[in-house]
Each structure stands twice: as structure tokens, then as C-alpha cells.
């Protein structure tokens, strides 16, 4: 027999877990389940870093404390980054920005993404379901999960967190489309020579941008190089001494010599946004909704917008006496999330795109324009506010 629920939600990663807090603390009647095929664990103080870390902007900060998770994400190792330095290999181009100049703490925090989701995951208690889903079925009216503990699901709203290739999109037959940047993003962590001083670093290179991102340990890093898919194979089938070499020169030596610790992975660069985020009684957010190139590091940033504004407009419509998951509430929201995540995807397309150029011309215009923006105060801290607390927060989470 099946199980009715008020909210299912498909993927209990950092987003969809943040989402279902943020509802179960809002309103704890409703009935509220998280599936996901594994649960993810806390590391051990000792273990290496993980390959997957995220840059997480003081307002998706704001959203995981809102979920009631401020204390245990405080005891997560991380590294407060103070200040960015972006470089143009070809030429003498720079922007450098700083937490001091917007009179904040820190420009962001390097977190393990397994730590924040192992600690959201805890946080759920019993709402969270581990188990597979098997099939994802459209009735007369809502929607039936089928999962491989024999459970079946019929939710009154069915919220797909489950990423990139998402089955709760696909079932709901909404289509993306799709930029393939033919790049591989190559991850790994480093033993510096040099401390990183708290400082997010990236170099623009021909073939992609390649990122430094300050760990806890002062002398590691997690990398994020972005690289032609065969360059991207070649440099994981390397050596690892041909490998740590390669890396930093690409790197000028900046903060001198590297040292692999642990392996090394790759993934595909693809982009994807989804044609709708809503239809009745099912919801996309995070990467079901949107995928985007790393180069700023906003995409896990931007599920946490969609988390809390879904959130907001699911209780606001239960204060008003309409039912959970009402298509006010969802188009609302998608209305909110769809734009701003499309300049986002859109704007970052554009920037791989400039960066790409190599005609004598566009470098100077890059060059030119880096220094410009550099040198204009105004302008860094505007756009440094915008990317630290973007538009359309709730106003509890600024």
C-alpha cells in the first residue's frame, strides 16, 4: 500500500536536505520525507581532505544556520578566505579583492561538501529515508515513488534535489538545455610549499581557469583545473611528480613548490537549465533545476537561494490557508529562482567564453578591463555584495 506524505523530497544532498529542514522547522506538523541512496558521513579529523569542497557565500551560511545547523557547521573544519586574487596568464591583468574592503569577515568559506551533508543529513532525524528510488510515476492526481525498501510514496508535493541528471526531471518529462564545454574539471588536494594566507586564488589560462582554494590545513589546497577534456585525461594518467610539476607551473610557482595528497578525479563540464522549475505537484531546485560552470564557484550557492526561497513560498502559502505545494506558491518561486539563475549560468558562459579569446586584440581588452575594474572601488565592492548576499534572500537571511 502507499504512503501518503506532504513533501518527498528526491536527494538528500546539501540543498535537498537544507530545503527539508528549513520546511520541518517551519512547520513542524508537516510530514516530511528525505530519500537518498547513502548517508553521507562526518570525516575523521585525520582523514585527508575530501576532492569536493565548496566556496559557501555568507548567505548560504545564513541557510544552513536557519535550518538549525550553525553550531555543528562551526565545528566542521574549514578555512574563512579573506581575500581573492583572479590573474590573467596572458598579460598583466589582475583583480584582487578583499573581506576588509566591504567591511566583513571573510569572503567565503572552503568547506568538505560530505561534512555540511553529513551534518544536514543528522539534522533530518527520521525523516531521512536511505533507500534507492526504483521508479517515478505520474498519477491521475500527484505523483508515486516506488523505492527499493518496498516502500511506495504518494506526496502531495514531490521536490526533485537530485542533481544534474535528475530522474525526478526526467520522470516529469521537462527538458534542459545544454552547454558541453568540452572541459573536464580535474580535482585533487596539495601540500604547499608556501601558505595560502586565507586567500582564494585563480589563474586564467588558455585552456580554463585553474583555482587554489584554501583549505583548513594552512599549507593545502583543493584544485579545481579546468582543462580540455584529452589534457584533463593526460594529466590524471601522469605521474604524480610529472603531474605535481605540471601543476605548478600552470600555477607560476605561486605559492611554490605542490605535493599531491591523495587521488586525483575528473568530471565533465556541462551546463544545464532546466525549461521549468514547477508543474503541479513537483518542484525542481539546485542542480535538477540549474548546472554551472565552476569557474565562479556559485553553483552550490545558488541551490541554497533556491532552497530557502522554495521554503519561503511553501509556508507563506500555508499561512494563508492554501495547500502545501499550491501552483501560486511554486510558480512564485520559480519565477524568483529562474532568472537569476539563468544571468548567473549565462554570465559565467560568457566569461569561459572571454577567457577562451586569444587574438592579440581581446587580450588587451581583458587586460585593460581587469586593471579598470581593479582600480575602481565602487564597482569591486558592488559586485562583491551581490555575490555575498544576492538578491532575493529572504530577508532573514541577510
Not at 567564453?353 to 581583458?366: C, D, E, G, K
Request: include cysteine; charged fraction near 15%; glycine fraction near 8%.
Amino acid at each position: 500500500m502507499s504512503k501518503r506524505v506532504d513533501v518527498l523530497v528526491v536527494g538528500g544532498g546539501m540543498v535537498g536536505s537544507a530545503f527539508a529542514l528549513l520546511l520541518k522547522l517551519g512547520s513542524p506538523a508537516l510530514n516530511v520525507v528525505v530519500v537518498d541512496a547513502e548517508r553521507s558521513e562526518t570525516p575523521a579529523p585525520e582523514a585527508n581532505f575530501g576532492l569536493r569542497v565548496s566556496a559557501l557565500n555568507q548567505s548560504s551560511e545564513a541557510v544552513i544556520a536557519q535550518a538549525g545547523c550553525a553550531q555543528g557547521y562551526a565545528q566542521l573544519r574549514q578555512c574563512r578566505f579573506q581575500h581573492m586574487q583572479v590573474w590573467d596568464a596572458d598579460g598583466t591583468g589582475q583583480v584582487r579583492f578583499s573581506a576588509a574592503d566591504i567591511q566583513t569577515t571573510h569572503l567565503g568559506t572552503l568547506v568538505e561538501n560530505t561534512a555540511v551533508q553529513a551534518l544536514l543529513m543528522q539534522a533530518l532525524g527520521d525523516s531521512l529515508r536511505v533507500a534507492r528510488v526504483l521508479s517515478i510515476q505520474r498519477l491521475q492526481q500527484g505523483w508515486q515513488v516506488a523505492l527499493d525498501d518496498g516502500s511506495v510514496i504518494e506526496p502531495a508535493l514531490l521536490v526533485g534535489a537530485d542533481g544534474a541528471l535528475s530522474r525526478v526531471r526526467e520522470a516529469a518529462g521537462i527538458s534542459t538545455s545544454v552547454q558541453d564545454y568540452g572541459q573536464h574539471g580535474l580535482v585533487c588536494t596539495v601540500r604547499t610549499e608556501k601558505p595560502h594566507d586565507a586567500t582564494a586564488w585563480q589563474r586564467f589560462l588558455p585552456q580554463g581557469p585553474l583555482a587554489f582554494l584554501p583549505l583548513a590545513d594552512a599549507h593545502q589546497c583543493s584544485i579545481v583545473w579546468t582543462l580540455p577534456t584529452t589534457q584533463a585525461e593526460a594529466m590524471l594518467a601522469a605521474s604524480p611528480s610529472d603531474f605535481e610539476q605540471a601543476l605548478a607551473k600552470a600555477f607560476e610557482n605561486t605559492l611554490g613548490a605542490v605535493e599531491l595528497v591523495g587521488p586525483r578525479a575528473a568530471f565533465p563540464l556541462i551546463a544545464r537549465h532546466a525549461e521549468r522549475y514547477c508543474e503541479p505537484g513537483l518542484v525542481l531546485i539546485g542542480d535538477a533545476a540549474h548546472s554551472i560552470h565552476p569557474l565562479a564557484g556559485q553553483g552550490v550557492n545558488l541551490g541554497f537561494l533556491d532552497a530557502a526561497s522554495l521554503a519561503q513560498e511553501l509556508l507563506a502559502a500555508l499561512q494563508a490557508g492554501l495547500p502545501i505545494g499550491h501552483t501560486r506558491a511554486l510558480r512564485k518561486y520559480s519565477r524568483q529562482r529562474r532568472g537569476h539563475n539563468a544571468l548567473l549560468l549565462n554570465s559565467m558562459t560568457g566569461f569561459e567564453w572571454l577567457f577562451a579569446q586569444q587574438s592579440p586584440a581581446w587580450r588587451i581588452l581583458r587586460n585593460l578591463g581587469m586593471r579598470h575594474f581593479d582600480n575602481n572601488h565602487l564597482l569591486k565592492q558592488a559586485v562583491m555584495s551581490v555575490a555575498m548576499k544576492p538578491a532575493g534572500v529572504h530577508t532573514s537571511l541577510q
